[in-house]
């Protein structure tokens, strides 16, 4: 079956300090792989994208992820977190080529920002 | 210049009654998604529409029916309400040829 894992419910950090939230996921095929983040009361949004080529990915806000084939995962990573920072991060993935195909979650890692 | 908006962002009612949430995208994708989200913020599929045609229309009740007008815009219609639909509802929005999806701000349903 299809499916993602976040191992981490939760996650503090203190402010300045680097991030790694881990994602996991079991798929037929390599998928596309997606990290997101909800901030509260917010929407989601897009933080950075893996289709193909190189497996280390660059997004917004300063965050980059890191697709690792043989591990099927795609961790998410800051080297110096910010308050601004603290919100809920869901990893999604995607098949490849088919519209209208549905994205799958991870159950979300909130993650806090200690000063 | 919002891509993806949705109207209302919260919606209070009672059980039994029927409400609409609006989604537009002006991306110019041609793909459309709700998703619901639920207490524990876990998001899954309910539909998707390519170019005004059914894609995914998963095990939800037929109570909630889509209704794409054209590919900018795909509406959500609820019958009958019930306590257990409130939640969250998110549309999204992607291009045909890669499954890269664009959410709006969500419309946050309470159901009394």
């Known amino acids: 079956a299809q499916s993602v894992t976040q191992p981490d419910i939760h996650i503090t950090v203190s402010e300045g300090a680097s991030l790694e939230l881990r994602c996991n996921y079991s798929?037929?095929?390599?998928?596309?792989l997606f990290w997101y983040v909800q901030s509260p009361g917010q929407g989601l949004q897009l933080l950075l994208k893996?289709?193909?080529?190189?497996?280390l990915v660059q997004g917004i806000k300063g965050f980059e992820a890191e697709f690792k084939r043989s591990q099927s995962s795609f961790n998410l990573r800051k080297p110096s977190v910010h308050w601004s920072d603290a919100a809920e991060y869901f990893c999604?993935?995607?098949?490849?080529?088919?519209?209208?195909?549905?994205?799958?979650f991870g159950k979300g890692t909130t993650l806090s920002v200690s000063s | 210049d919002t891509a993806v908006s949705q109207t209302p962002k919260y919606l209070v009612t009672q059980m039994g009654n029927d409400k609409s949430i609006k989604c537009e995208q002006n991306?110019?994708?041609?793909?459309m998604y709700w998703y619901k989200q639920d207490s524990k913020k876990f998001l899954k599929i309910m539909f998707s529409?390519?170019?005004?045609?059914?894609?995914i229309n998963e095990t939800v009740p037929n109570r909630f029916s889509p209704k794409s007008p054209d590919k900018a815009h795909l509406n959500l219609h609820i019958n009958s309400l019930e306590l257990g639909d409130s939640a969250v509802y998110f549309c999204?929005?992607?291009?045909?040829?890669?499954?890269?999806?664009?959410f709006g701000p969500g419309t946050r349903l309470t159901v009394t």
């Open positions: 893996y289709f193909s080529g190189d497996t």
């Open positions: 991306l110019g994708h041609d793909t």
């Open positions: 798929y037929g095929a390599t998928p596309y």
């Open positions: 999604a993935v995607g098949a490849r080529g088919q519209a209208g195909t549905a994205l799958i």
């Open positions: 529409y390519n170019n005004k045609e059914l894609i």
């Open positions: 999204a929005s992607s291009p045909t040829e890669r499954n890269e999806q664009y």
